[in-house]
Nanobody, 117 residues
Framework: QVQLVESGGGLVQAGGSLRLSCAAS????????MGWYRQAPGKQRDLVAR???????NYADSVKGRFTISRDNAKNTVYLQMDSLKPEDTAVYYC???????????WGQGTQVTVSS
């Protein structure tokens, strides 16, 4: 099993920045993809950004140029640097770790990000 703990959420004004972290413990061998998803009230959970073990990244169109995902494999941690935040970025942010070749995935408990206008 893999346990994920997110941190770094909070309240920020529009135009501000936050950095989310997600640290993994447990059996983390072979994790290939790490990612961030978000879910606003009444909406589905959507991909924000994802990074492979080789460092390849993909982003939702709505965050391209503003958010940056990175990972520290030695620390089993993934980060999401969020700049130029907008009120529409308000959501609960979840990290997800995957072993795609085994169809295994693990979710964090979520961290609230609120952007005020």
């Amino acid at each position: 099993q893999v346990q994920l703990v997110e941190s770094g959420g909070g309240l920020v004004q529009a135009g501000g920045s936050l950095r989310l972290s997600c640290a993994a413990s447990g059996s983390t061998f072979g994790i290939d993809y790490m990612g961030w998803y978000r879910q606003a009230p009444g909406k589905q959970r959507d991909l924000v950004a994802r990074i492979s073990s080789g460092g390849n990244t993909n982003y939702a169109d709505s965050v391209k140029g503003r958010f940056t995902i990175s990972r520290d494999n030695a620390k089993n941690t993934v980060y999401l640097q969020m700049d130029s935040l907008k009120p529409e970025d308000t959501a609960v942010y979840y990290c997800k770790y995957e072993r795609t070749y085994l169809s295994q995935s693990y979710w964090g408990q979520g961290t609230q990000v609120t952007v005020s206008s």
